[in-house]
């Protein structure tokens, strides 16, 4: 980044702040669509049973879980690429 100007770093930080942000929207989109699919089932009440209800928490929390070891996987194989790249030079 030290190539682009302040305008230019500004401009991409911008872009990537909007992609993070359409990313996250995308991603708790996908949640809401899969937990209302799965544990949503009865239209005859605006509140949720409580059936419903601890569906919904375990269903989040699942997600939330999945998601983070996901992240660690991720940031692990990126520590690994690093390193075998720093050891081939």
Not at 60 to 66: A, E, G, N, S
Request: net charge positive; glycine share 4%; with cysteine.
């Amino acid at each position: 980044m030290d190539m682009l100007s302040q305008a230019e770093q500004r401009t991409l930080e911008q872009r990537m702040q909007k992609r993070q942000v359409k990313e996250f929207m995308s991603a708790y989109g996908g949640l809401v669509e899969h937990c209302f699919d799965s544990c949503i089932n009865d239209f005859t009440s605006k509140a949720l049973s409580t059936s419903e209800n601890g569906c919904i928490s375990r269903c989040v929390q699942k997600w939330m879980v999945t998601q983070q070891r996901v992240s660690d996987r991720f940031q692990e194989h990126n520590a690994q690429l690093s390193q075998q790249q720093q050891q081939g030079r």
